[in-house]
């Protein structure tokens, strides 16, 4: 044990002395948590960033710009108005997602077909190919808009309305009989006796033709066993797995540049065993990454206001995954043949580990298979449970499985190690 501690002693005071390197791995994990952490809401879920979209006003018919006003009054939507060439210009560039045109004609075009089969008319809207997602949200909001401008002024007693419906009738009147035409002309025509109502009372009795709307609002409530949703407490738990993954890395490569300058084989001629070098280098960089991560939550907490809700479970988590980091070097040296061809291949393991681990990005965007696949990556279940133990409030139950799991990663991945190592040096 004195020959182990002595070593342990010795690799501390090396990276601590290394006043350069200890600060790079403290702020970049810390700058860019606080960049990743902002784009996921920050510290309030409720401060969500709104649509821009473009609108291109080209009808000025009643229905037409009751469409583009509803759509500027809408809480999600950030409406600009433009021209036709400056919103495709923009979309076209990538400088606006979407774009939707209300042409000439499309209100009365609109209101038109409402009660009339054949074409409809059309809504031009340009979108970016890397924005479906926000195309789709878009285009429901718009569907909603539409109606209710459509619905509000075809329905309402407005002279407008009242010639929609004029004209609607006109045209069953020539067209063939049927059951179809019969039950439509006593539907327009109960219409036209409703129109006529609202055109006959006052301005303040009249109902204002709202028109067809969402039959039903929602009650939004954010349920978890922690504190309020922070953004923040994911980023910090992704890049803090990803650059302390990454000095383990650089745990790997110090043994093979040791055993390239011959200090290796100067350890192992003095009366120590190599499974007691390993056992040091181990428990060392165990420690450093077990300081650092600490290190990285201590500013999390203190700026940008994450809370740990449980310390127990979130030092379990922490240690498991600090001895899975410092077994991940030993991997890299036991089976790295040089340390520029290890450090290549260690760096894009390590990327594809954080990557499938949700540490860039929450794993619920993944598609469903690949959410099943990353079960058996241990990053994912330190991103997990650091979550877990922060935000989500959750118990020691989901500490003890996490944090296994990672145990039991960390044993596959020694076990490996000293298997290679043994083989080497017969």
Request: include cysteine; charge should be positive; glycine fraction near 10%.
């Amino acid at each position: 044990m004195t020959a182990i501690i002595a070593m342990i002693r010795k690799d501390l005071i090396l990276y601590i002395n290394d006043k350069r390197a200890l600060m790079l791995n403290l702020l970049m994990p810390i700058v860019l948590a606080a960049f990743f952490g902002s784009l996921f809401g920050g510290g309030d879920s409720g401060n969500n960033s709104k649509i821009e979209i473009g609108l291109v006003q080209q009808d000025s018919s009643v229905i037409g710009r009751k469409v583009g006003d509803s759509l500027k009054a809408d809480a999600n939507l950030t409406v600009k108005e433009m021209s036709l060439q400056e919103a495709q210009e923009k979309v076209r560039s990538g400088k606006l997602m979407v774009a939707v045109v209300i042409p000439a004609g499309f209100g009365d075009a609109a209101g038109q077909s409402l009660f009339q089969s054949g074409s409809k008319p059309e809504l031009p809207v340009y979108y970016d190919p890397s924005q479906s997602t926000v195309l789709a949200m878009v285009k429901g909001l718009l569907t909603q808009h539409v109606m209710q401008g459509v619905t509000g002024e075809v329905m309402g007693g407005s002279a407008t309305g009242a010639k929609f419906t004029d004209d609607s009738l006109k045209k069953l009147e020539n067209s063939p009989a049927s059951d179809e035409k019969e039950a439509l002309v006593g539907l327009l025509g109960s219409l036209k006796k409703f129109q006529e109502q609202e055109a006959a009372k006052p301005a303040r009795e009249s109902r204002g033709g709202g028109g067809l709307s969402v039959p039903f609002t929602t009650k939004d409530e954010a349920l978890s066993s922690g504190p309020k949703y922070n953004g923040y407490a994911h980023s910090f738990a992704g890049m803090g797995v990803q650059f302390i993954l990454f000095m383990g890395i650089d745990l790997g490569i110090g043994i093979l540049l040791a055993r390239r300058m011959g200090i290796w084989n100067r350890l192992l001629a003095a009366p120590v065993t190599m499974s007691q070098v390993l056992l040091a280098r181990a428990l060392s960089g165990a420690m450093i990454a077990a300081g650092l991560m600490t290190a990285i939550y201590f500013c999390a907490m203190l700026i940008f206001k994450v809370q740990v809700t449980n310390v127990p479970g979130f030092a379990l988590v922490v240690v498991a995954f600090s001895l899975m980091t410092a077994s991940f070097g030993l991997l890299i040296a036991a089976f790295g043949k040089t340390p520029e061809a290890a450090r290549g291949l260690a760096v894009f393991a390590t990327l594809i580990l954080v990557m499938l681990g949700g540490a860039w990005v929450p794993t619920f965007v993944f598609p469903a298979w690949m959410q099943q696949l990353t079960i058996i990556v241990p990053t994912r279940w330190a991103v997990d449970g650091l979550d877990a133990m922060t935000w989500r409030g959750l118990g020691m139950d989901v500490a003890l499985q996490t944090a296994g799991v990672q145990l039991a990663f960390a044993v596959v991945f020694g076990t490996l190690a000293i298997w290679r190592f043994r083989a080497q040096a017969r």
